[in-house]
């Protein structure tokens, strides 16, 4: 099983950026797909972005359209390791954050049913 661990969150200004990690413990990612999903209060838990594994030891990221262009998700597998990347953040990028993982899959989907490991979530707050 795989033990994931969100951090990073904090309170911010529009404008500014802001790196949250996903830590891994116990079993290592493998090839699984994973995704930072978000959730505002009264909102769907929506999908952010899914990094998917391609041929090889590669991978690649889908992005939702709201972060395109803003946000960058990656992963340093030697270290177990997810990151979202935000900048240029925005009042409506206010949510918990939530990594997430899919031990089934290595193309990540945006349904939250098709992930088997959560962390906890961390809070990001953007203040204009």
């Known amino acids: 099983q795989v033990q994931l661990v969100e951090s990073g969150g904090a309170s911010v200004q529009a404008g500014g950026s802001l790196r949250l990690s996903c830590a891994a413990s116990g079993r290592t990612f493998n090839n699984y797909a994973m995704a930072w999903f978000r959730q505002a209060p009264g909102k769907e838990r929506e999908i952010v972005v899914g990094i998917s594994w391609g041929g090889g030891r590669t991978y690649y990221a889908d992005y939702a359209d709201s972060v395109k262009g803003r946000f960058t998700g990656f992963r340093d597998n030697a270290k177990n390791t997810m990151y979202l990347q935000m900048n240029s953040l925005k009042s409506e990028d206010t949510a918990v954050y939530y990594c997430?993982?899919?031990?089934?899959?290595?193309?990540?989907?945006?349904?939250?049913?098709?992930?088997?490991?959560w962390g906890q979530g961390t809070q990001v707050t953007v203040s204009s």
């Open positions: 997430a993982a899919d031990s089934r899959r290595t193309v990540a989907t945006s349904t939250r049913e098709s992930y088997d490991y």
